[in-house]
């Protein structure tokens, strides 16, 4: 479970736009960034501050994948 922070991390062989998402329990989006990245090594920290107690969908897309995670807020 989380508490803080989420962090998510892969490798990228090209440049490319990365794409993540995090998803209540009902499909509510609430959050939502995009950036650019550079090939090598990919690492991202989200604060859950403000996140309330619950599950959560962390989708994230990249070149040609997509991922989605569950995770839980304590």
């Given at each position: 479970p989380a508490?803080?922070?989420l962090s998510f991390s892969f490798n990228?062989?090209?440049?490319?736009?990365?794409s993540y998402t995090i998803t209540d329990i009902l499909g509510k989006s609430v959050f939502k960034?995009?950036?650019?990245?550079?090939?090598g090594y990919f690492t991202e920290r989200i604060?859950?501050?403000t996140y309330n107690r619950g599950i959560y969908f962390?989708?994230?897309e990249y070149e040609d994948?997509?991922?989605?995670?569950?995770?839980?807020i304590k």
């Open positions: 508490t803080t922070h990228i062989t090209n440049t490319s736009k990365i960034k995009m950036i650019q990245a550079k090939p604060n859950l501050d962390l989708e994230v994948h997509r991922k989605v995670k569950k995770f839980i």
